[in-house]
């Protein structure tokens, strides 16, 4: 299929866009453009070329249900710290107050915590890594962090480009980001347990942006323009990106953190590879930076700040645990 303005085809209305030429550093006005408009319409992307190799993408996948299929005492070792490092739970994760918790585990990690990185937000802190059980599991959950960072400064290069202001003003304060990957398991549900039970429940992501790797079984579903539901399957070779509120506030609106869901699969279990961008803690969010969208702008608040106050209500054990 030709490309045009950017745009390879869409499903469902989340258009697909290569952005090769975006991650080789070339001149790209019409993949800007495209990206632009499915930021500001969508809210979601499949993107293709993005430069994270199949073979990374595969053995972290590897690598992720070795985990979650050991048993659970294993899994328990490193069961997630305050510093929302290792193992969640089913039942550790809930997104919205009336919602039933989400039908998911998650395995949670970001940059290691050493001297050379400061403890200075409460989502910084050494990873757990479970390398005696899952032989290579850091190193593929590490190679995977860093293309998913990668591009996803990649891409915010190319939406600031595409609103007209210098490529580096989303990443001005980005050299300790409190970005976070993880693994993310469904279990098959073959008898559903009520009509609001999902593997994740309807929520927006709380921060910048982010990177997702689908497997094969599919599951996702986005909240439209108009307010319905509809598929976000998985498409070879490419990988989905997503507006988060921080970029939605960023932006005054402009660009769009829709909605989205997990249906739990039916037949097979599901695992994804994620990986949430967001810059250093004292990034300052303030939507009159860009004087984009409406007059009446939301205050100024820290990435920091944003974060743990949207982390406080999504995970129970920070509520406990303080």
Not at 25 to 47: I, K, M, Q
Not at 141 to 166: H, K, M, Y
Not at 185 to 194: A, D, E, V
Not at 265 to 277: F, K
């Amino acid at each position: 299929m030709s490309e045009t303005d950017g745009r390879l085809r869409a499903t469902d209305g989340i258009p697909v866009i290569d952005i090769g030429q975006l991650v080789g550093g070339e001149d790209c006005p019409n993949t800007l453009s495209a990206l632009r408009r499915a930021n500001e319409e969508a809210g979601f992307v499949y993107v293709r070329n993005h430069g994270i190799s199949a073979s990374i993408i595969r053995d972290a996948r590897a690598s992720a249900v070795a985990f979650f299929m050991l048993p659970e005492a294993a899994k328990a070792e490193f069961t997630v710290s305050r510093h929302h490092r290792g193992w969640l739970p089913t039942g550790g994760a809930r997104m919205g107050d009336e919602a039933p918790v989400d039908f998911k585990e998650s395995f949670i990690w970001g940059e290691q915590s050493d001297e050379r990185l400061p403890t200075d937000h409460s989502l910084r802190g050494p990873n757990q890594w479970p390398d005696r059980q899952v032989a290579n599991f850091s190193e593929h959950a590490t190679q995977w962090f860093d293309c998913g960072q990668r591009l996803a400064r990649c891409l915010l290069r190319g939406f600031a480009a595409s609103l007209n202001v210098d490529n580096n003003f989303f990443l001005t304060c980005s050299d300790r980001p409190l970005s976070r990957a993880s693994y993310v398991y469904y279990p098959r549900q073959s008898t559903r347990i009520s009509d609001d039970q999902f593997g994740v429940g309807p929520h927006t992501d709380f921060g910048v942006l982010t990177v997702l790797s689908q497997d094969g079984v599919g599951g996702l579903q986005v909240e439209n323009a108009n307010g319905e539901w509809v598929d976000a399957p998985p498409i070879d070779d490419t990988l989905i990106v997503n507006v988060g509120d921080l970029l939605h506030r960023w932006t005054n609106g402009v660009f769009r953190s829709a909605r989205h869901r997990v249906i739990s699969p039916s037949e097979t279990d599901r695992v994804s590879l994620v990986l949430a961008y967001d810059p250093n803690p004292e990034t300052v969010i303030d939507a009159g930076d860009l004087e984009l969208g409406a007059v009446d702008r939301p205050g100024s608040i820290t990435c920091g700040d944003y974060l743990d106050w949207r982390f406080s209500q999504a995970f129970a054990y920070r509520r406990s645990t303080g």
